[in-house]
């Protein structure tokens, strides 16, 4: 049997269990005791599936109560500064204190750590944060626990650990250098893998995701650096795995590194096996992660059975099987949907399909009698065969809409310049014009119409009438702030993705496809399975309800075909370029309704699109020019007239500025209220021509914004952009927050405004 493991597992539980108990947690309503259970309880669900498909070792250190990387900091003793004095918490408490924020009895507050991007995924981790007291030491933690439970099951052990290299670039730091950190940090490595081997682990699975990344030579030399530092005089057996993309210009010093084996990805990087096995060496394991652990479709088991033969040939018994990453990206288990069509529903492999795929594959890889293996191959090829051919899937009006699409399709008729003369004369908005990112708070009673509608105690016509209730309540509000472009307040999306999934062809959502996005939070990404085309219009009701219910101009607000794709799971037989063209054209048709309907302002929203910016430098322009092109398809057929908007949210805006005035939105409303103010110069210094709402306050902040203070923020974007080149509005929707505060907060935005444009006025 090729000796098969995995990576890492789903937490949260195949019916989000981990989050119900710690939100009840949260809420005092359950004690930490029964809060543990439930973890305990996953943790041994976990374990005895990876046994059942064979695992040769079990995997401990991939559960965490909210963020593997914040809780291994912690264990580490590394504890932003603001959290070290005063502050007694027990252990369980202080990660949540340290995610999430933390108010005292003397009603103090701490931030939060930063919370980040965790590589190319929609997974969130929590930035360790480093300063120059920070004195890492191995404080145990439940790492120990977590193994005595695992050694009831199985006496093969493998903990998984973010390894040193990537732990230190992830992490923040505050006046320390990051190689001084990496320093402090390498002995307690040495500590923890020392403590493994003396309570039996066998193998140690140190995560270094950053060789698929562009290193710099400082960050290579550290790396050979400090394994050489660690592996002195170590006993536990130590691997390093990889994934997220090709090991590339870093595979000879993977392959240097003094450890015994390696993981690779060969889902996204198929093509490096044969070197790997040329150069990998006698002594050393080669884990190949062949299954995906990014997307849900059912792998090709023959051809990945074919590929393995020479990995067989050439390594026996150090040949090992894996998912490609951790299955954390992944839902739990496809068996449970039962409203998908049947060939889509055959054709998806979640977390415990995955595993039964690698249990095959070792099967027949040790030459298992046909009854371990055939059938489940047999069933597999005709599965994907079906679903192949499955005629739905292919539509032939898209497919000859996008061969006829040119490069006029994606240029607007008129450029900037001359169109947003054109805009204002029509529109008449004063200088400074404010308005929203789109989402106003989802308040208690329309998530109680969601629920009742769920549950079938509303019909559609009394659920239809909530949300008309929200959305002039929405305007009658924005009209009384005084803001000048108002929204409908997007009261009938549960989310900014899935909601749409219904309205086109080619979108399937699941029930229960959860995946962790940040610690209790879960999303539930639709599959894109066949060609995308609207079956019907997207939020054309709501926007002219609402522009009908005032006089002041409304603006209409649809998700960008980036962020579509980028939030969804999606096909796999075609190009992501060309998924995002046809979701491109089915705004575009959207697009035309609207503005038919007398639309005058569109924003398409692209928050995703920084996120799936390739890691490796050399794949990110070619994807920076398939994604504008996609965004200027969904959005250049309009009328020089009207307005098209788009919104972006992260903390770094470096790699992509040129992209952003690339999309040719004539405004963009971005993040920056949080991050200084330093993207509007450079934005300006790279050319940007649109004009730009920078955020004027930060709305995740729990301290409301005063006029003054906004004010100040405005002069200040003053004298880096022109007025006439200038909105003003909050950095991000509102959906999330209340109604008190939202009130509080746009009424000193509106005030602040009006108050500068006095000055100018005067200045004049
Ligand atoms: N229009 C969306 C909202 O306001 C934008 C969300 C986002 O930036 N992620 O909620
Ligand atoms: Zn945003």
Known sequence: ???????????????????????????????????????????????????????????????????????QALSFNIVPARFRQGLKL???????????????EHGEERAASPMRKWFDTNYHYLAPEWDPETRPQWLGGDLLDWVDEAAQYSDHLKVALTGPLTFVWLSHFDSIDPFEALERLLPVYRDVLNALQERGVEWVQLDEPVLALDLPADWRHAFERSYHQLMLGRTVKVFVSSYFGGLEDNLS??????????????????????????????????????????NIWRADLEAIYQRLIPARERLGQRLWLSTSCSLLHVPYDSAQETQLPAALQENLAFAEQKQFELKVLAARLADAPASEWLNAFTHSNQARDAWARLPERHLKEVQDRLDHTG??????????????????????LPPLPTTTIGSFPQTEDLRRARRELRQGKIDKLAYDAAIERS??????????????????????????????????????????????????????????????????????QWIKLAATSTTKPVKGMLTGPVTMLAWSFPRDDIANSTIADQIALALSDELASLEQAGIRIIQVDEPALREKLPLRKQRQEEYLNWATDAFRLATAGVAPETQIHTHMCYSRFEDIIEAIGALDADVATIEAARTDLAVVPRLRDAGYRQNLGP?????????????????????QLLTVLPAERLWINPDCGLKTRGWQEVKASLSAMVAATKAVREELAQSI
């Open 90 to 104: 027990d252990r369980q408490d202080q990660v949540y204190a340290v995610a999430r924020g933390h108010r005292d």
């Open 253 to 294: 010093l993977a392959l240097s590194l003094p450890v015994d084996g390696l993981h690779v990805d060969l889902v996204s990087a198929p093509e490096q096996l044969g070197v790997l096995l040329d150069r990998l060496g006698p002594n050393k394991i080669l884990s190949c992660g062949v299954i995906s652990g990014r």
């Open 695 to 715: 955020g004027v306050y930060d709305i995740h902040s729990p301290l409301a914004p005063s006029e003054p203070q906004i004010a100040a923020r405005i002069r």
């Open 471 to 540: 959305i002039t309540d929405n305007i009658a509000i924005q009209e009384s702030l005084g803001l000048d472009v108002l929204v409908h307040g997007e009261p009938e999306r549960n989310d900014m993705v899935e909601y749409f999934a219904d309205f086109l062809t080619g979108f399937a959502t699941t029930q229960n496809g959860w995946v962790q996005s940040y610690g209790t939070r879960c999303v539930k990404p639709p599959i894109i399975y066949g060609d995308v085309s609207r079956k019907a219009s997207l939020s054309g």
């Open 1 to 71: 049997m090729a000796h098969l493991h995995f990576l890492g597992f789903p937490r949260i539980g195949p019916q989000r269990q981990l989050k119900w108990a710690t939100e009840a947690y949260w809420r005092g309503e359950q004690p930490l005791q029964a809060l543990r259970e439930t973890g305990a309880e996953l943790r041994r669900q976990h374990w005895q599936q990876q046994l059942e498909a064979g695992a040769g070792h079990l995997t401990v250190g991939d559960f965490a109560w909210y963020d593997q990387v914040l809780e």
């Open 407 to 428: 490069p006029d399709h994606r240029r607007r008729s008129l450029p900037f310049a001359e169109r947003y003369p054109l805009q204002q004369n029509s529109l008449k």
